[in-house]
């Protein structure tokens, strides 16, 4: 299973991004999806994920600003950012775990950089 991410890039602090993580493979089958980061000199962190059922979780950090997506016909997840912070500066991840595969499936990363 491949993920490409994209969408991330720089931008002025209040200012929008939105990501999108496209899978290889059919979401109908996904256990859960979402978005983690890591910024320069911290552990890679949870700021969303959607759950099979609908659950849906938040970093607190980002509640209220951050709204995840998907798209079953695209196979595609999507992380919506507004208000967007300095301190959201960071490398974006999608990840994705599948029903009776016991592998964690990652993206590549996408770069997140916002200026004050």
């Known amino acids: 299973v491949q993920l490409q991410a994209s969408g991330g890039g720089l931008v002025q602090a209040g200012g929008s991004l939105r990501l999108s993580c496209a899978a290889s493979?059919?979401?109908?089958?996904?256990?859960?999806m979402g978005w983690y980061r890591r910024a320069p000199g911290k552990q890679r962190d949870l700021v969303a994920a959607?759950?099979?059922?609908?659950?849906?979780n938040y970093a607190d950090s980002v509640k209220g600003r951050f709204t995840i997506s998907r798209d079953n016909a695209k196979n595609t997840c999507y992380l919506q950012m507004n208000s967007l912070k300095p301190e959201d500066t960071a490398v974006y991840y999608c990840?994705?775990?599948?029903?009776?595969?016991?592998?964690?499936?990652w993206g590549q990363g996408t770069q997140v950089t916002v200026s004050s």
């Open positions: 990840v994705v775990v599948y029903y009776s595969d016991p592998k964690t499936y």
């Open positions: 493979k059919s979401f109908g089958s996904a256990y859960t």
């Open positions: 959607i759950v099979s059922g609908g659950t849906i």
